[in-house]
């Protein structure tokens, strides 16, 4: 019996012993991924969500009230300045000129007898032989012979101005587009709307800036003539790139005090029609800062209350633990995590351009910053795989 006993404790002793020799000895370091930053030319745009919008747009109002008998035009197309667009009924417009015509000719007649009369009598007043009150009524017949004229001639202008607003044409070249109105319809003076036209070549895009970006786009405007053609372009709502450069064209008035926003108008050659009024699409500002820049993996930037840091790996000599303190190998080279303060510029893509913090040729973290901390031991060995395999993008 204490045979079998003994015999069972040293097989648990083997058996304890065999596990504790597979298991790893503990290692402190945290294994990441590293990347070499090296400074490179970039290019890249600042782009802003716009909508597209007219230079000039107008809303067309009848003048003269009365029903539409025609209609002259297709529907969200292409109009010439002074085409014809809609007739409203000329007739009652047409007799009212040929009345007020008429009546200006019964009071050229009266004023033609008029003057004959006060001539007459004006004769006869120089020698006594007619009464001075027959003379003085034949002055203000007259008189009002020539107002009556007067009077007339504006009735004829009115009437033939009303004529005249009977048929609307277009005040510009510009598309048009759905007639509020049909056959028939009658329509009021300065009321009902019958369509609208915008002007489309060239096309405006609005866009909205930050305050603090103002002084940048206010010197592009000073500049405008002497920036590259590819400054300004728009990306479509298909994610296409029109194929037409445009140019800063006005700046707002005023900051929105409460938003501290303001916005851009940029204009655009729109020679097939390809922009419409109130599009979306977003606007792309060509990056104008010359030389390298750091391109770095956006995830090995590190974000906290508002500021940005990025940990890089630096060969530190380090006390070997496993060297005695008289040993001449008590010290061994490690590889330490650095956290730095960097400013950070566009985001392109996958990556981001630090702007300052780091220098060209240094290596940072960019899998496993984590489980990081300032001072942190690391190895690129991947004893235990890193949060986010691989090495990062350029």
Known sequence: ????????????????????????????????????????????????????????????????????????????????????????????????????????????????????????????????AVAKQLYDHAVITLDNAKSQVKSSDQAVKTAKTNLGYAVVYAPFDGTIGFSQVKLGNVVTANSTVLNTISTDDPMAVDFVINEKQLPRFEKLQEQKHQTADSLFTILLSDNSLYPVNGKISVIDRAVNSQTGAITIRLVFPNPKGMLRVGMSCVVRVHSQEKGPQLLVPGKAVVEQMGEYFIYTAKDTMMNNPKAGADSVKNKIKKLVAVEKKVQVGQTIGANMIIKSGINSGERIVVDGVQLLHDGSEITTANKVGPSAGGKGGH
């Open 1 to 128: 019996m204490n045979r079998v006993i003994l015999n069972t404790v040293f097989i648990s002793v083997l058996i304890f012993s065999a596990c504790k020799k597979k298991q790893p000895p503990v290692s402190n370091e945290i294994p990441v991924n590293l990347f070499k930053v090296n400074a490179k030319p970039v290019l890249y745009y600042d782009t802003y969500p716009s909508t597209t919008a007219a230079l000039s747009q107008v809303t067309l109002l009848p003048q003269v009230q009365g029903a539409v008998t025609g209609i002259f035009f297709v529907e969200g197309t292409h109009v010439k300045k002074g085409q014809k667009l809609y007739e409203i009924d000329k007739k009652i417009y047409q007799d009212s000129y040929d009345a007020a015509v008429a009546n200006r000719d019964v009071a050229k007649g009266t004023l033609t007898q008029a003057q004959q009369d006060a001539d007459r009598y004006e004769y006869l007043n120089k020698y006594n």
